[in-house]
């Protein structure tokens, strides 16, 4: 039985499933890898550096086409529909395709019918985000925690049967690649991440972004490392990322817009304090509790909203004058929310990542035996 994981969206995507086709693997699936772009081989390296003896196949879409005539011309860097539609008669040759997005279930009428449709999520945030109609469309899917579960299970996007909960895979590969890591900062002052959103109407970059950085180059106290979701600079023009990273201060402020370290976890791993908004990378840093502070930008009302669940775990400001005092006291009354953290880390992504790839494999597997002997037995 031929399974691919296949992945078309952003690279940082990678970290969230890769692991999972790495355990099938070792336990002697027949598992091969397609990707977007030149930009996913690097991810793929790492988790294959991670994981000694797994050196899958792995194939390079989109290099023809409509993908390739998008690409070209600018319109579009990683066209997802497109790349999908040029590599129908590769993706028609597999039992199964494991995805961390939804697009493929697009052309989910265009397989054949013995090909399973898998999906594994690529985050374990709060937002109703997560609640997509298009998860019907799957025959599997993995959910990192209980929490998510519940919320899928209640909106009918999973059914039981189809399913199974096998934790965060991100956070269970990322200490095989952080052992050899260096400081963010060579000084001893606590450092601060501040982490955007990347959609305009919840983030608090365009409102308070310049502000924040300004404030910490005025002053000793903290370290800032200013790196927000991948996609928030994803289609910027250069002038326009220049014009930021002009701002960073050597030995002081940290400003990445694009590189891989957004999302290999260097920063969420190496920062003291988390300053955000909405990002689900909230529970990639308290992998480790650690004191947060919430930037509530566009004045939501968030109390009791279930979109809004990890800013329980955490100060909530409105106004950047209130930030000093919030970030200063945040050590104090970490004592207040490290319980709640806990709590919502394991509700997030089932408790210990350790194991999430695993499994995550075991449960495909098990999925997967189950459909060859129905198909064996004519039910």
Request: aromatic share 10%.
């Amino acid at each position: 039985m031929r399974t691919l994981f296949l992945f078309i969206g952003e690279p940082h995507q990678i970290f969230h499933a890769l692991p999972i086709a790495a355990e099938m693997a070792a336990d002697g699936h027949d598992v091969e890898v397609a990707v977007a772009s030149a930009d996913h081989l690097r991810m793929v390296d790492q988790v294959a550096l991670a994981y000694p003896g797994f050196n899958p196949r792995v194939t390079l879409l989109g290099q023809k086409g409509i993908a390739r005539w998008l690409r070209r011309r600018g319109l579009f860097r990683h066209p997802r529909l497109p790349i999908l539609l040029d590599a129908l008669p590769f993706l028609r040759q597999f039992d199964a395709i494991v995805v961390p997005e939804r697009t493929t279930t697009a052309i989910r009428h265009f397989l054949p019918r013995k090909t399973q449709l898998i999906f594994t999520p690529h985050g374990a945030g709060d937002r109703a985000i997560m609640l997509d109609p298009r998860d019907r469309h799957f025959d599997f899917v993995l959910v990192a925690g209980e929490k998510s579960e519940q919320r899928l299970l209640d909106a009918g996007t999973i059914r039981p049967g189809c399913y199974a909960v096998n934790g965060y895979v991100k956070l269970d590969l990322m200490p095989r690649l952080q052992a050899a890591r260096e400081p963010l900062f060579a000084n001893d002052r606590p450092t601060i991440l501040y982490a955007p959103h990347f959609k305009r109407e919840l983030s608090s970059w365009d409102l308070f972004g310049r502000d924040i950085i300004d404030r910490f180059a005025a002053q000793d106290r903290y370290n800032l490392v200013v790196a927000p979701h991948v996609r928030l600079f994803a289609e910027a023009s250069d002038a326009d990322r220049e014009a930021v990273a002009v701002l960073a201060v050597p030995g002081k402020i940290l400003i990445d817009l694009e590189s891989d370290r957004l999302f290999d976890m260097s920063y969420t791993s190496g920062a003291d304090i988390y300053l955000g908004d909405v990002s689900s990378q909230v529970y990639e840093f308290l992998a480790t509790p650690r004191p947060c502070v919430f930037l509530n930008a566009h004045h939501a009302d968030w109390t009791g909203d279930p979109d809004y669940l990890f800013w329980t775990l955490g100060d909530v400001i409105d106004d950047l004058a209130q930030l000093p005092d919030a970030l200063d006291r945040s050590a104090e009354r970490h004592a207040l929310y490290v319980d709640a953290q806990r709590e919502r880390l394991a509700e997030s992504i089932g408790g210990d990542p350790a194991g999430a790839a695993r499994r995550g494999a075991q449960a495909i597997a098990r999925f997967l035996a189950k459909g060859a002997l129905q198909d064996k037995s004519g039910r």
